[in-house]
């Protein structure tokens, strides 16, 4: 068996039996499980945290070339723990999972990678910081990376620079999910000048634009009840920019939560409530029908703004599928971001 194949057998029993979206609302019983008032210690914190049972490293970009066509990019490495401890090799208890991602206006390619941990062939170190599986990198510090991906559909070779702060959501880094107490450690570098080529079968693009990292980790970041989640991070025109998520329940409800962020990277965390994202328009995609036009609302700092995807077909064909893609905005703030929805199934 090989490796791609031994992971999926390893994760399907588990996604086949487990609560929430990708097993996420699961028991996490062994694990360590997030507390309030962290302490985070850099840069070790942007590394693995072994000891808690899921984690991801997560850049999404909204590009340009020269003739002003909008692209959105995508680079994700997942890992997730079949057991709190384990031995080394290929007794480790840690699987890995990468997603890659090019959408155009009117194409959207998608690449997976999957592989078991302790045998080099994923991973993360935390000083210097490096981030890989297989042949997919992204390697520097958090001020200035470089990140690549490859498939047969499309390659990418990018740097980013930062040029504001780190941003830690929720409480100082600890972000609630749900009314029951769920939550996850949580912080982003959402202030990124990306730049480089992308390569797809029509041609060799160099682009530039804006990329937003974010990092958090938990061990059951979804309650029972939680289904999935339509997450959002916009950057406006004047310099502000916002995360915003709902979270779905099996009772029709929603809980949400939101972070503003001032051009100069002060953040505002805002509870469940303040936020409000309504689905205007669906369109059919894999045969799901997914809102592609949203109405998204944070009245306290005069956020009233329409968000619309820019290929309507970004959905991800991956062993654990969802949507993501590049967004635009309109209203009140004008600018760009993307989306991330999951759990339509």
């Given amino acids: 068996m090989n490796a791609k194949a031994l992971v999926i057998a390893l994760l399907l029993p588990l996604m086949a039996n487990a609560q929430g979206f990708a097993g996420l609302g699961s028991d996490s019983a062994g694990f360590s499980v997030p507390a309030p008032n962290p302490t985070f210690d850099f840069p070790r914190d942007h590394g693995p945290h072994d000891d808690y049972r899921i984690e991801w490293w ?8 020269a003739d002003g066509t909008a692209y ?29 991602a090019v959408t155009t206006p009117t194409d959207h390619y998608v690449s997976e990678r999957l592989a078991r941990g302790g045998i080099g062939q994923a991973g993360v170190t935390a000083d210097p910081f490096s981030a890989w599986i297989d042949d997919w990198q992204m390697t520097g510090d958090m001020d200035a990376l470089q990140m690549t991906a490859s498939s047969p559909d499309f390659t990418y070779d990018m740097t980013m620079t930062a040029d504001g702060p780190l941003v830690f959501h929720g409480d100082n880094g600890f972000s609630v999910k749900s ?17 480089g080529t992308l390569s797809l079968p029509d041609g060799d693009f160099a682009v530039t634009g804006t990329a937003w990292l974010d990092r958090e ?16 991070s916009l950057s406006f025109d004047d310099g502000a920019k916002m995360m915003g998520f ?9 809980y949400t939560s939101a972070t503003w962020i001032a051009p100069d990277g002060t953040a505002t965390a805002f509870p469940n409530g303040a936020f409000t994202a309504a689905p205007l328009m ?14 998204v609302q944070l009245p306290e700092k005069g956020v009233n703004v329409i968000v619309d995807a820019i290929n309507p077909d970004a959905w991800m064909t991956t062993s654990v599928p969802y949507w993501e893609g590049p967004v635009r ?17």
């Fill in 246 to 254: 709902r979270l779905q329940q099996t009772d029709g409800q929603n």
């Fill in 58 to 65: 997560y850049v999404t970009a909204n590009l340009r070339s």
């Fill in 217 to 232: 980790w938990s061990s059951q970041p979804l309650a029972d009840n939680q289904t999935g989640w339509d997450w959002f």
């Fill in 179 to 195: 009314a029951a107490g769920q939550a996850s450690y949580y912080y982003s570098q959402p202030f990124y000048d990306i730049s």
């Fill in 72 to 100: 959105g990019l995508q680079w994700t490495l997942f890992r997730s723990a079949l057991a709190p401890t384990g031995g080394a090799g290929w007794a480790a208890p840690q699987l890995w999972m990468g997603h890659a």
């Fill in 329 to 345: 905005v309109t209203g009140s703030h004008t600018g760009h971001g993307y989306l991330e929805m999951t759990g339509y199934e």
């Fill in 282 to 295: 669906t369109h059919t995609t894999a045969n799901r029908d997914i809102p592609v036009r949203w109405h």
